[in-house]
């Protein structure tokens, strides 16, 4: 059987429920609600079993589909009891990719892709407590994966000590909630990262979360490095100074300290620009963001023209000491706002699925999706990507080598369309012979377009697979 495991799975009203008060104090928002998508990635037909574990790590609930050949399940909301809360196992007997949502509030909300494997040590490149002036906070939801109970160990980079907050004998499938908001040795405002360590293989989700501004972000962590990582979607000044931006938190997981060129390209053209900034020893800096807006901050030098709108990519071009890095990217444009992981160019494939896809659904809220598909080969490559029960089809033309192609599904496809889609790879653009050398990698937006509806703004990454 193939494991899928989404790590923090809620239906749940803070407000009511008789929850551990610490884990109540853990959320920003009162009430959160959970969503699964799950694609079959195989040419059979797939039975899945989803299991969902309460925080004790006791199955409680389980449903059992049957998903066709490339089909998907959606979940808008998952179909356990009010004031669940806990996480979800998947079994499949056919390779199976998942994307959960997490909604807080109806206000904030965001995306993330579930593991097959935990995995110990895992990285949390950003984390907060009552940072800015829309007070961001941090939590995040650890996942036992392993066979025995577990014990977990947090390394704040802000705090002094090694083992800042721990959780003890975790039981096997079951979730523990760590909350930045309550952690004393955070002093009173703080920007930093974290190694969370285990005697068991661990899975974490880390929420983003501001109800000054009615905004959550939502990401993985990590648990392996790249030397050169990739990030498919970034934004500066679009489009203007007060518009679209993102945030490249880089994390250095090495035992030395290293000096980092980003190297960012714009898909209009494909001309590029540069910063280069020292990223210390298990030790996070941030990349994009301000730095492309206002002067950057001294140690920081940057070769692109302050204000310019920028739309694009990035990756690391130079890493002087050949540390693994791995970087949460932020985006967002006043209360909108999303997280994603950036990806190793080695993952990637001449083939990406996209489990969920939307085009103007929801009534009020008019949900759409768009992709950003990077090629991170060596060589220029054609893609294609193709969406379920559809004739719609999108090209890239020529994509050359670091260079990103987007594709907008508003307006494309139907009014009220969900369903899933694939992009893949190819020789020329005749797009009838796969490249079989390619690698390309992708990121999904998913937003809405209603008023006064919040945070309506989640992102999730591509699922790579063979053709």
Do not use: H
Not at 73 to 82: E, G, R, V
Not at 121 to 131: E, G, H, N, R, S
């Amino acid at each position: 059987m193939k494991i899928l495991r989404l790590f923090l799975v809620l239906v749940l009203a803070l407000g009511i429920l008789g929850v551990r008060s610490d884990l109540a104090k853990a959320q920003s928002f009162v009430s959160y609600v959970s969503g699964i998508t799950m694609q079959n990635l195989s040419g059979s037909s797939a039975t899945v079993v989803v299991t969902y574990y309460d925080q004790l790590g006791t199955p409680v609930y389980s449903t059992t589909d049957t998903i066709p050949a490339y089909g998907v399940k959606d979940y808008a909301t998952i179909p356990a009891a009010s004031g669940f809360k806990g996480s979800a196992i998947i079994s499949s007997d056919q390779v199976l990719g998942a994307v959960s949502t997490l909604r807080g509030d109806n206000k904030g909300r965001g995306a993330y892709v579930g593991v097959s494997q935990g995995s110990s040590p895992v990285v949390l490149p950003v984390l907060m407590k009552d940072w800015g002036s829309s007070l961001w906070n941090t939590w995040f939801s650890v996942q036992n994966t392993g066979n025995a109970d577990a014990n977990i160990t947090v390394d704040y980079a802000a705090c002094a000590g090694t083992s800042d907050a721990t959780a003890n004998g975790v039981k096997p499938g079951a979730m523990v909630t760590f909350n930045q908001k309550t952690t004393a040795c955070l002093g009173a405002k703080a920007f930093t990262s974290a190694v969370v360590t285990g005697t068991q293989p661990l899975a974490i989700v880390v929420a983003q979360e501001s109800t000054v501004v009615n905004s959550a972000l939502v990401s993985s962590g990590f648990t392996t490095g790249s030397t050169n990582p990739v990030v498919p979607l970034m934004n500066s000044n679009n489009p203007n100074t007060t518009g679209w931006r993102t945030a490249i938190t880089l994390f250095n997981m090495g035992d030395v300290d290293t000096t980092v060129t980003m190297t960012y390209v714009k898909a209009s053209d494909g001309s590029t620009c540069t910063e280069t900034q020292t990223v210390p020893s298990k030790t996070a800096k941030t990349f994009a963001g301000n730095n492309l807006i206002v002067d950057p901050p001294a140690g920081v030098t940057i070769t692109c023209t302050k204000g310019a709108t920028l739309v694009g990519s990035a990756y690391v071009s130079a890493n002087t000491a050949n540390q693994p890095l791995v970087a949460t990217v932020n985006q967002d444009r006043g209360s909108l706002a999303s997280a994603y992981g950036a990806l190793a160019p080695t993952a990637g494939t001449p083939k990406v699925v996209l489990p969920q896809i939307q085009d103007r659904n929801g009534a009020s809220s008019q949900w759409a999706s768009s992709l950003m598909v990077m090629n991170v080969g060596s060589g220029s490559t054609y893609v294609k990507c193709t969406f379920a029960n559809t004739s719609y089809t999108a090209t890239s033309g020529e994509l050359l080598s670091y260079k990103a192609w987007e594709n907008l599904q508003r307006d494309k496809i139907a009014p009220g369309y969900v369903g899933s889609g694939e992009c893949t790879a190819y020789t020329s653009s005749a797009y009838t012979t796969i490249d079989t050398n390619a690698k390309i990698v992708a990121v999904v937006n998913i937003r809405g377009t209603g008023t006064g509806l919040f945070d309506l703004m989640m992102t999730y990454e591509g699922l790579n697979v063979q053709p």
